[in-house]
T-cell receptor, first 115, second 113 residues
Framework: DAKTTQPTSMDCAEGRAANLPCNHS???????VYWYRQIHSQGPQYIIH?????ETNEMASLIITEDRKSSTLILPHATLRDTAVYYC????????????????WGAGTKLIIKP | DVKVTQSSRYLVKRTGEKVFLECVQD?????MFWYRQDPGLGLRLIYF???????EKGDIPEGYSVSREKKERFSLILESASTNQTSMYLC????????????FGPGTRLTVT
């Protein structure tokens, strides 16, 4: 079962910050939050991940609440090319399998950037 | 750039046929994955492999099998295709250590009639 819930769809104006929320209220202490996005007709693309501290890279920022029950992905200056489905994912360890884990995917948020 | 390729973008098969989906990665990654993607359900893990000839069941392995004879190649097999296996199939790979980023192929849209 999915461990995350996200809005089905969101709009954002081009040039504005896009804030995508995600709830993961049953997340365990050692489970990471990942974000991927999928542009139409392509495979998913990694964006960012974090455990409890906020993270930033060249694509986005990830804000995780102190209780870790929710997070927000921020695209600081959205462009039309950011139109995609954004997946919030929990990474769980596969016990007994060395250095391996499984990504538990939610249904995703369809983000539409409008000119 | 990491490249994951899948043998077909679109495939149409008949019920009962044996179907092979091939995935090849060029980055010497140890781990490879097969997912299916259905509307409203996100991605669901079918099988994964963490080494040559090794395989582990994911969440929905029923009706599927896999083969990993070479490190760069991971095949998904539908022994007897059924209409409920009509879906988008995505292959991914990653390095065992370091970054936990998975690299995905473009997907194969399989239709079983």
């Amino acid at each position: 079962d999915a461990k995350t819930t996200q809005p089905t769809s969101m709009d954002c104006a081009e040039g504005r910050a896009a804030n995508l929320p995600c709830n993961h209220s049953t997340i365990s202490g050692n489970e990471y939050v990942y974000w991927y996005r999928q542009i139409h007709s392509q495979g998913p693309q990694y964006i960012i991940h974090g455990l409890k501290n906020n993270e930033t890279n060249e694509m986005a920022s990830l804000i995780i609440t102190e209780d870790r029950k929710s997070s927000t992905l921020i695209l600081p200056h959205a462009t039309l090319r950011d139109t995609a489905v954004y997946y919030c994912i929990v990474r769980v360890w596969l016990f007994g399998v060395d250095s391996n884990y499984q990504l538990i995917w939610g249904a995703g948020t369809k983000l539409i950037i409008k000119p | 750039d990491v490249k994951v390729t899948q043998s077909s973008r679109y495939l149409v098969k008949r019920t009962g046929e044996k179907v092979f989906l091939e995935c090849v990665q060029d980055m010497d990654h140890e781990n490879m994955f097969w997912y299916r993607q259905d509307p409203g359900l996100g991605l669901r893990l079918i099988y994964f492999s963490y080494d040559v000839k090794m395989k582990e069941k994911g969440d929905i392995p029923e009706g599927y099998s896999v083969s990993r004879e070479k490190k760069e190649r991971f095949s998904l097999i539908l022994e007897s295709a059924s209409t409920n296996q009509t879906s988008m199939y995505l292959c991914a790979s990653r390095n065992r250590g370091g970054s936990y980023e998975q690299y995905f192929g473009p997907g194969t849209r399989l239709t079983v009639t």
